[in-house]
């Protein structure tokens, strides 16, 4: 009888370990997972700090971008206070950590919801957001030129619904009497 208990015991705290482990994994590396692609960018603390994860041509991060960003934290994170990560952050000249190079990432400050803004011309920083975006779409995937022109019109408060991205691009110029 002892020994059935003992043997019950044994089996419970190694599937508890192995459950706690799973759940600590899912845990650490699904809420990273979780912000850069379903929170678009951002996490809640990157949220708090007002930054967000892109892809080097403007567009989201996918899944597979964020696994790869994430997986390689490991090192950014050696000898276990970030030494790694700090480092190729000072070292590299586009200041990005090693999982953002390996996942072609950058991290970026988030851009504030511009809803506030007086109509066309009248605030400098919507005109900015607009001439900085005119500026680099070029630079950009059609794909992330589209996505970054619909957010900025989404946020100037008007939809795009079947206009191409030259004709967003037309309409933000002209909300901000750049044309």
Not at 41 to 47: D, E, L, M, N
Not at 55 to 76: A, K, P, Y
């Amino acid at each position: 009888m002892g020994r059935i208990i003992d043997r019950s015991i044994y089996l419970f705290t190694t599937w508890a370990l192995a459950g706690l482990i799973v759940a600590v994994f899912i845990t650490f590396w699904g809420y990273y997972i979780f912000g850069d692609v379903a929170r678009n960018g951002q996490t809640w603390g990157k949220r708090r700090l007002g930054i967000r994860v892109v892809r080097e041509d403007g567009s989201r991060v996918t899944v597979i971008d964020s696994v790869i960003r994430n997986l390689v934290r490991v090192i950014d994170l050696l000898p276990g206070n970030y030494t790694v990560g700090v480092a190729s952050i000072m070292l590299s000249r586009e200041a990005r950590r090693i999982g953002d190079i390996a996942a072609g990432t950058v991290v970026i400050r988030a851009v504030k919801a511009l809803s506030d803004f007086s109509p066309a011309g009248a605030h400098p920083e919507k005109t900015e957001l607009v001439r900085d975006f005119l500026e680099r779409r070029d630079e950009m995937t059609p794909e992330g030129r589209y996505q970054t022109a619909s957010a900025i019109l989404a946020a100037l408060g008007e939809q795009p619904g079947t206009w191409d991205e030259p004709m967003i691009a037309g309409r933000l110029a002209d909300l901000t009497g750049l044309r």
